[in-house]
């Protein structure tokens, strides 16, 4: 049975930092590609970050450009998402995805998620 389990959420202040964690079990991260998906309240789930599976390539929202670094240990099964700089409007849960075939944003591609971990940033 395939997991994903994030962690390292929580309630930050603006222009904090956090570093996400996702877990995997039951499939080896090295032969996914790994996504990183947000939403807020009242929103749709949108992108924030792709590593490939050598973790050579990496891709990031606008939203997230120069404050979002995605990160892999194949050896510890782990992505990470390391956010700097965080606003109030990176407010949401955030999901680690696994998708076997090829880079993309549309969440549709993915084939197994996490349950997500809330980040919230206060002003």
């Known amino acids: 049975q395939v997991q994903l389990v994030e962690s390292g959420g929580g309630l930050v202040q603006a222009e904090g930092s956090l570093r996400l964690s996702c877990a995997a079990s039951?499939?080896?991260?090295?032969?996914?590609?790994m996504g990183w998906f947000r939403q807020a309240p009242g929103k749709e789930r949108e992108f924030v970050s792709y590593?490939?599976?050598?973790?050579?390539?990496?891709y990031y929202a606008d939203s997230g450009k120069g404050r979002f670094t995605i990160s892999r240990d194949n050896a510890k099964n782990t992505v990470y998402l390391q956010i700097n700089s965080l606003k109030p409007e990176d407010t949401a849960v955030y999901y680690c995805a696994a998708n076997s075939r090829y880079y993309s944003d549309a969440s549709r591609q993915y084939d197994y998620w996490g349950q997500g971990t809330q980040v919230t940033v206060s002003s």
């Open positions: 590593i490939s599976r050598g973790g050579s390539n990496t």
């Open positions: 039951g499939l080896t991260l090295g032969n996914d590609g």
